[in-house]
Each structure stands twice: as structure tokens, then as C-alpha cells.
């Protein structure tokens, strides 16, 4: 990676900015945001060892969940550790490897999230309004497959941005106005022409958020049709209480994504970018087990059943299959 950065940039090294250049700030933001990462890594792992120890959770729904989980503590890990530094440093200095290796990573995880979003609602549907090939339709060949997308796309996506950054020759300025080396600030360093990234940005996060979203509002269109079809008010409301917590993350994630990225930075300017960022990259992952546990009464009962005594179906994750 050495190799790459001095070929292609005179430039060794970024310094990040941080979120905000106010010193009385500094300190009370820090264990601000140490608290929502400290949550965030407890909601998360606890989440997939709960998963992970209750046989009864080992179905498609849970199993999307358990790789949602993951996905939301490994790029909160890419990012939140090196902004803390930010907070308590006079400059929080990265490589320019580092610098290609951290949004690399951000956005296999960031684009994985979208993807296996669409798979989850795409799971409630068939729940919903296919019960009865529920079984064939969600087998766990079918789930392995549709993790292997999910993952194959987060790779896509994630070299289709890294490749175009490689091309760039940034030099003398190698101050990013941001607490992330992410793609719109890193941009705005670069000595050559960022046409061609400004493409791709939209046209690869154009894809990454309207193939899901798409994906997810059919999906959802389907589900409300069936819902209103169901004669008693029991069985809707738990229909309906299926789909809510999903609803909800979709929405946060898919929302916040868009606003950022899609547009014109005309009309976002970066200081209010990176702001505006961090719901996405730090709130997110924080509120996601949270999301799923509190309105989920699986979740409970095995979190009950959990700390009350030891479970006697523990061992390996997913022995039994997916049902």
C-alpha cells in the first residue's frame, strides 16, 4: 500500500479535522460519543450472543438479524475509535493507506447494512404473505445465498469507490474537514479532476440505497395488502408488530444516508455534512439492538431465560439450521 501512496500522491499523510474546532467541547464530546460506542459494542455483541445461545432464535428473521448486528459493530469499530482520538489530540494524523483502507471498510459494511436490510423485509414478506412455502422459500441454502449477496455487494461497492480514489493525486493541503476519511472530504483534496468519482459516488450510492429501497417498499406494498385482507384484529396487529422494528431502522438508515450523500453539496454544506453524518455512522448502529430488542418479545424472553439461568440448548451457532 506504501508502494501505491507514492506513486500516486505526494501526499503521505491526513490530518482530520474532527467534528468541530471548539476546545471547551472537546472533553464532553468525547465521553459523549465513548458512551454511544460503549453501547453500541454492548447492544451489538449482546444481541449476537443472545442469538447466538437461544436455539428457539435460530430462523431466517434472526439469522438476518444476527449479520445486522455484526455489520453494525464492525463499522462502528472503523470509524469510532480514530474520531475519539480526534477529541483529545492536537491532530489526529492518518496514513494515506489508512486513509484508503478505513472508507474501504466503512463502505463494504456501510453498503452490506443497505443490502441485508432489502433481505430482512424481503423475509417478512414471505413470512406474511407466503406462510405456507415459508419453509422452501427461506431454507437455509436460500439465507446463505442471500448473505453471500449481501456481502458480494458490500465488496462492490466498496472497490468501486476505493479504485477511483486510488487515481487521485492529492497534494500540499492534507487537512480533511471531517472526523472520517470519507469520500465527499477527501475529494475536495485532491489536485486532478474528480469528475469521474462524482459519477461514481452517484451512480454506485444512487444503486446501494434505490435497489433496497425499491426492494423494500414492494416488499412492504405486499405486506400492508395481505395485512388489510387479515379478518381479525389480532392477527394484524401482530403482523404489523413484525414489520415496525424494521420499519423503523429502515427508515433511520436509509434516510440519513440519502440526505448525505445524494445531495448537491451545494446544498450541504461540509461542516453540516459531517454533522448530519454522524446519525449514520454512529446513532444507527447504537439504536439498532435496541430497536430490535425492546420491541421484540422473543428478544425478551430469551434475554430472561438467558440471565435467569443458563440455557440448556447452548453450543454452536446455528447447529440446528435455519427452520
Excluded: W
Excluded at 60 to 66: A, H, I, R
Excluded at 111 to 124: G, K, N, P
Aim: with cysteine; proline share 5%.
Amino acid at each position: 500500500m506504501r508502494t501505491v501512496a507514492q506513486n500516486s500522491s505526494s501526499v503521505r499523510e491526513f490530518i482530520l479535522a474532527g467534528l468541530m474546532d471548539q476546545p471547551r467541547l472537546q472533553m464532553p464530546l468525547f465521553f459523549l460519543f465513548l458512551g454511544f460506542y460503549v453501547v453500541t459494542i454492548v447492544g451489538n455483541l449482546g444481541l449476537i450472543t443472545l442469538i447466538g445461545l437461544n436455539c428457539h432464535l435460530h430462523t431466517p428473521m434472526y439469522f438476518f438479524l444476527y449479520n445486522l448486528s455484526f455489520i453494525d459493530f464492525c463499522y462502528s469499530t472503523v470509524i469510532t475509535p480514530k474520531m475519539l482520538v480526534s477529541f483529545v489530540s492536537e491532530k489526529n494524523i492518518i496514513s494515506y493507506a489508512g486513509c484508503v483502507t478505513q472508507p474501504f471498510f466503512f463502505l463494504f459494511f456501510v453498503v452490506s447494512e443497505s443490502f441485508i436490510l432489502s433481505a430482512m423485509a424481503y423475509d417478512r414478506y414471505v413470512a406474511i404473505c407466503k406462510p405456507l412455502v415459508y419453509t422452501v422459500a427461506m431454507s437455509p441454502q436460500v439465507c446463505s445465498l442471500l448473505l453471500f449477496g449481501v456481502y458480494v455487494m458490500g465488496f462492490a461497492g466498496a472497490m468501486a469507490h476505493t479504485a477511483c480514489m486510488l487515481r487521485l493525486t492529492f497534494c500540499a493541503d492534507n487537512l480533511v474537514n471531517h472526523y472520517m476519511c470519507d469520500i465527499l472530504p477527501l475529494l475536495e483534496r485532491s489536485c486532478t479532476s474528480t469528475h469521474v468519482n462524482e459519477l461514481v459516488v452517484f451512480i454506485v450510492v444512487g444503486m446501494d440505497i434505490g435497489v433496497p429501497t425499491v426492494t423494500i417498499f414492494i416488499s412492504y406494498a405486499l405486506i400492508l395488502f395481505s395485512i388489510l385482507h387479515i379478518n381479525s384484529t389480532e392477527g394484524r396487529s401482530k403482523a404489523f408488530s413484525t414489520c415496525s422494528s424494521h420499519i423503523i431502522a429502515v427508515s433511520l438508515f436509509f434516510g440519513s444516508g440519502a440526505f448525505m450523500y445524494l445531495k448537491p453539496s451545494s446544498l450541504l454544506p461540509m461542516n453540516q455534512g459531517k454533522v448530519s453524518s454522524l446519525f449514520y455512522t454512529i446513532v444507527v448502529p447504537m439504536l439498532n439492538p435496541l430497536i430490535y430488542s425492546l420491541r421484540n418479545k422473543d428478544v425478551k424472553i430469551a434475554l430472561k431465560k438467558t440471565l435467569s439461568k443458563n440455557p440448556s440448548d447452548k453450543g454452536a451457532i446455528f447447529t440446528r439450521g435455519l427452520p
